[in-house]
């Protein structure tokens, strides 16, 4: 039986405008063992209407961010479930708006990195909400096209990465503010690099990001020798890669990869070998696509599926667990399109709801025997 958590909502005035605390009773868990909290909905804790949230990121305090892709702002959430609006549609307030924001970063001095895919800009906010625009800056014709910027990633020196779906193009934004193109459309020179739909980037710069259209993943390393690591054949044993969207990289050097038409994830170790290691279906059932995924410092990976609405996790060992469906916290606080994954410090995992406006806290149970896979 599902046993969830009720809810007190503590509106409150704070630096920057409304804010709100979310507070909620000691709760049981779901049927998958996990402990479920609607940390966010529609109204974003009253600081501000959340629209499609779909990209997040945790900070090393804790914070999570979660962009409004119809909203047109990022929201800021605290571990005590402070809400803070940290960028919306007028972005810098400059004339630079922020339009469409799908993805959002956190460099390590912890701050906010977003684009806005129609705006085609890229921000960058301090923690005390100081906005920076980094793209587009400098001499039109010295800086590289960047078309519909949908995804943002960071390295270990706070260099920027953003993925130009309109553009086939991966361009780096050093910290000095110079603009480049890491990874563009004829790809390896031999494979092509066709609207990119997810990117990953390691501490040392290493760039690995997917072509939905050419079903592929290239590895661009910091030297620039790029190469393709995947593509539409997967591991070659009838279980390919279909319009991958989620890219994720662990400490030991491996990639993970979902494949959203194909419904499943494939690794590929630090040696090139590709397996796969979440099938389409389970126990005869189908599981339907794939979306977002992250790794865990231990390495274990938690992963959405975004047909079935449901959150996955997989172990270093292989077990395959389900922690959470489309129930989500209970009646009335569903989830519907899960689209995007965070990971806090304490290992608790963050869900969005895309087409239900809300954003779930995740306790995962303690690791078991496996359910299956």
């Not at 919306?88 to 460099?107: F, I, M, T, W, Y």
């Not at 934004?173 to 020179?189: K, M, N």
């Not at 995007?340 to 406006?357: E, R, T």
């Amino acid at each position: 039986m599902h046993m969830f958590c009720r809810w007190m909502v503590v509106i409150l005035l704070g630096f920057g405008g409304p804010v709100s605390a979310l507070a909620a009773e000691p709760g049981g868990t779901n049927i998958y063992g996990s402990a479920v909290t609607r940390i966010l909905d529609e109204s974003g804790g009253g600081a501000a209407t959340l629209k499609r949230p779909r990209g997040m990121a945790t900070d090393a305090a804790g914070n999570l961010f979660v962009a409004g892709q119809f909203s047109n702002n990022v929201l800021r959430v605290s571990p005590s479930g402070r809400v803070d609006v940290m960028i919306d549609g007028r972005g810098d307030g400059k004339g630079h708006k922020l339009l469409v924001p799908r993805s959002v970063a956190v460099d390590p001095d912890g701050n906010l990195i977003v684009a806005g895919e129609k705006s085609e800009t890229v921000f960058r906010v301090s923690p005390k909400g100081s906005i920076e625009l980094l793209y587009p800056t400098g001499a039109k014709i010295q800086r590289p096209r960047l078309r519909r910027p949908t995804g943002v990633a960071t390295d270990g020196d706070g260099n920027v990465y953003v993925i130009g779906q309109g553009s086939n193009n991966v361009v780096k934004i050093a910290r000095d503010g110079t603009v480049s193109t890491r990874l563009g459309s004829e790809g390896d020179g031999v494979h092509r690099f066709d609207r990119p739909n997810a990117l990953a980037v390691t501490p040392d710069g290493t760039i690995y990001a997917a072509g939905a259209r050419s079903n592929n993943v290239f590895r661009v390393t910091p030297e620039w020798k790029i190469s393709q690591i995947v593509d539409s054949f997967g591991p070659r044993d009838g279980h390919g890669l279909r319009f991958p969207v989620g890219l994720a990289a662990d400490t030991l050097g491996n990639v993970y990869v979902t494949g959203n038409n194909t419904a499943n994830v494939l690794k590929v170790d630090p040696e090139g070998e590709v397996t796969i290691v979440a099938l389409p279906s389970r126990d005869g059932l189908a599981l339907s696509a794939c979306s977002d995924i992250v790794t865990a410092p231990d390495g274990t990976v938690y992963f959405a599926r975004v047909g079935k609405d449901a959150l996955w996790r997989l172990t270093p060992e292989g077990r395959l667990d389900q922690l959470l469906d489309e129930s989500g916290a209970g009646p009335g606080e569903r989830l519907r399109s899960a689209r995007g994954l965070a990971l806090a410090p304490d290992g608790h995992v963050y869900i969005s709801g895309f087409a239900s406006d809300n954003v779930f806290r995740v306790v995962p149970p303690p690791l078991g025997p496996a359910s299956g896979g």
